[in-house]
């Protein structure tokens, strides 16, 4: 079968219209779809008629070493796995399946690619330095691209999460953000004085753009309609440009950026979590990393057997 010629499935299609329900983003909802697809594609080129009672460990197996082979990234085919179980998930549920075929399968261990976080210094000169000077001085989308990149780093939200900010998520009184996060799971995040200001001031030229008084988005673009998250990844690519930080800047490493010098400075991993809004603490240690000289000077500050005495070394 031709790689590009569509394939579907009813119980597929049942799968991924409920997960639309309960995922936020699109993005993910595109993921699970094209690898679902990928093994739909897959297992019928092999003489698989969907009868899913009937998948096996070493069909899957077979999928995933095909993928393997192909050159797909080890993180990639852990994605298609998680895919899969979740999918056959789904059939168990709907008592199609017995047991989940899936179940116990590893993928290839993936290498932790972590965006490098930028420098607080350089961070610092990105967001105190005057915007929008080729735009015309403060203008409306200079103003709007410093309240985006202030809520980014200062908030730390995903990208997903800062495009779907709507107004009524925002309290200046108690200083937070009310933010859904991934599985549509809310939780509130702290709203900084910088990041408060910047926002207050691009809410008070907002409606030079504003098209239709119903738009709730905090974010718009020039159109009047709730900005894209490719319109967000390229204002802040071109604002790292313009300060001249080292390496493609982008919404998620800004948000890497404010979870690695939060750890730094406080050293405390459960408060890290619940601003990133992670529900497992293995995340969190995936995201942010620490030095180990800053680590060591945690250890050595907090310990009550770290500390040793000036002349240990010299007894006998």
């Not at 698989?48 to 998948?55: C, K, R």
């Not at 990149?149 to 730390?156: D, I, M, Q």
């Not at 490719?230 to 490493?253: C, F, N, W, Y």
Request: one cysteine or more.
């Amino acid at each position: 079968m031709d790689s590009e010629t569509p394939v579907t499935d009813p119980l597929l299609e049942q799968f991924l219209a409920g997960l639309a329900r309960q995922q936020g983003s699109a993005h993910t909802l595109n993921n699970y779809r094209r690898d679902l697809e990928q093994f739909l594609r897959h297992l019928l080129d092999t003489g698989f008629q969907p009868e899913w009672g009937s998948l096996s460990r070493k069909q899957i197996r077979h999928y995933l070493a095909c993928r393997h082979q192909q050159g797909l990234s080890p993180r990639s085919i852990q994605r298609h796995l998680s895919s899969i179980r979740s999918f056959l998930n789904f059939l168990q549920q709907e008592r199609l399946l017995s047991i989940n075929p899936a179940d116990g399968l590893r993928a290839p261990k993936a290498g932790q690619l972590l965006p490098k976080p930028v420098d607080i210094d350089q961070l610092q000169g990105l967001l105190d330095q005057p915007r929008g000077a080729k735009e015309g001085g403060a203008s409306v989308i200079a103003v709007r691209d410093q309240a985006i990149l202030e809520l980014l780093y200062g908030c730390g939200l995903r990208l997903a999460e800062l495009v779907s900010l709507d107004l009524n998520a925002v309290d200046f009184a108690q200083q937070q953000l009310r933010v859904m996060g991934k599985g549509r799971k809310e939780r509130f995040s702290p709203l900084g004085r910088k990041a408060a200001v910047a926002l207050k001031a691009w809410l008070s030229v907002r409606s030079q753009w504003l098209k239709d008084d119903q738009e709730v988005a905090v974010f718009i673009s020039q159109r009047g309609c709730r900005i894209t998250p490719a319109a967000v990844q390229q204002r802040v690519a071109k604002a790292g440009q313009e300060a001249g930080i080292t390496d493609r800047l982008h919404p998620h490493r800004l948000r890497h950026s404010y979870a690695s010098h939060l750890l730094e400075s406080s050293g405390d991993l459960r408060g890290v979590q619940e601003l990133l809004g992670h529900a497992d603490i293995s995340s969190t240690q995936i995201y942010t990393r620490l030095d180990y000289q800053h680590l060591a000077q945690v250890y050595d500050k907090a310990h009550p057997r770290a500390r040793r005495k000036k002349n240990q070394n010299n007894e006998g």
